[in-house]
């Protein structure tokens, strides 16, 4: 059985950091993109950043750019993400996904390319 399991959220105040694991097992992704999703209340899920299976190519929202690292550690099967500098708009449920095995490298911004999914950490940042 295939799981993600997300860890590391919690209530930070503005300007803090938190780490977000997720660890996956059921089989191994370390030729998988993967990529992590929030959804807010009320507003639709939106794409945070993405990894490529080789960490050699990454890709982020605009509203995290220079804030949030994504990046894997293939041989615990496991992706984190870095965010600093944490704003009130960061709170969301945070989720995590993983795509298919391929043999070339890439990365995806696209939720429906994400076939495995957490089933998310909640982050809130207060003012």
Not at 9 to 15: E, F, K, S, Y
Not at 58 to 73: L, N, P
Request: hydrophobic share 35%; glycine share 12%; charged share 15%.
């Amino acid at each position: 059985q295939v799981q993600l399991v997300e860890s590391g959220g919690g209530l930070v105040q503005a300007g803090g950091s938190l780490r977000l694991s997720c660890a996956a097992s059921g089989r191994t992704f370390s030729r998988s993109v993967m990529g992590w999703f929030r959804q807010a209340p009320g507003k639709e899920r939106e794409f945070v950043a993405a990894i490529s299976w080789s960490g050699g190519m990454t890709d982020y929202a605009d509203s995290v750019q220079g804030r949030f690292t994504i990046s894997r550690d293939n041989a615990k099967n496991t992706v984190y993400l870095q965010m600093n500098s944490l704003k009130p708009e960061d709170t969301a449920i945070y989720s995590c996904a993983a795509g298919p095995n391929y043999n070339y490298d890439y990365v995806e911004r696209r939720a429906t390319s994400y076939i495995y999914w957490g089933q998310g950490t909640q982050v809130t940042v207060s003012s």
